[in-house]
């Protein structure tokens, strides 16, 4: 059994920047690919970006590249979500996964694809 924990999450003006964190506990954490997945109100699940368990594989989504950084401490056993140039769009609950696997697979990109979720975290960026 994994456990996720998010934090970071709040309230930011658009253009300004977060950082989230998952602390995880249960698993080797650097055998464990993980992701950050968002869902707005009124919205399905999607995904943000993912790392492999070592972190030299990372990937994002088109709508977030270039301004969100995933990484991770494996000797922290958490995973981190640098969001920059907020917009108000980005604004939803942010979750992070855990695979029960240390490679990302095909399927990174589906939340069906992962085993362990957290509890969620509330980013909100106002314009």
């Known amino acids: 059994q994994v456990q996720l924990v998010e934090s970071g999450g709040g309230l930011v003006q658009a253009g300004g920047s977060l950082r989230l964190s998952c602390a995880a506990s249960?698993?080797?954490?650097?055998?464990?690919?993980m992701g950050w997945f968002r869902q707005a109100p009124g919205k399905e699940r999607e995904f943000v970006a993912a790392?492999?368990?070592?972190?030299?594989?990372?990937t994002y989504a088109d709508s977030v590249k270039g301004r969100f950084d995933i990484s991770r401490d494996n000797a922290k056993n958490t995973m981190y979500l640098q969001m920059n140039s907020l917009k108000p769009e980005d604004t939803a609950d942010y979750y992070c996964?855990?695979?029960?696997?240390?490679?990302?697979?095909?399927?990174?990109?589906?939340?069906?694809?992962?085993?362990?979720w957290g509890q969620g975290t509330q980013v909100t960026v106002s314009s």
């Open positions: 790392s492999s368990g070592s972190g030299s594989t990372t």
């Open positions: 996964l855990a695979r029960g696997s240390a490679f990302l697979g095909s399927d990174y990109s589906s939340p069906t694809a992962y085993t362990y």
């Open positions: 249960g698993r080797t954490f650097s055998t464990t690919a």
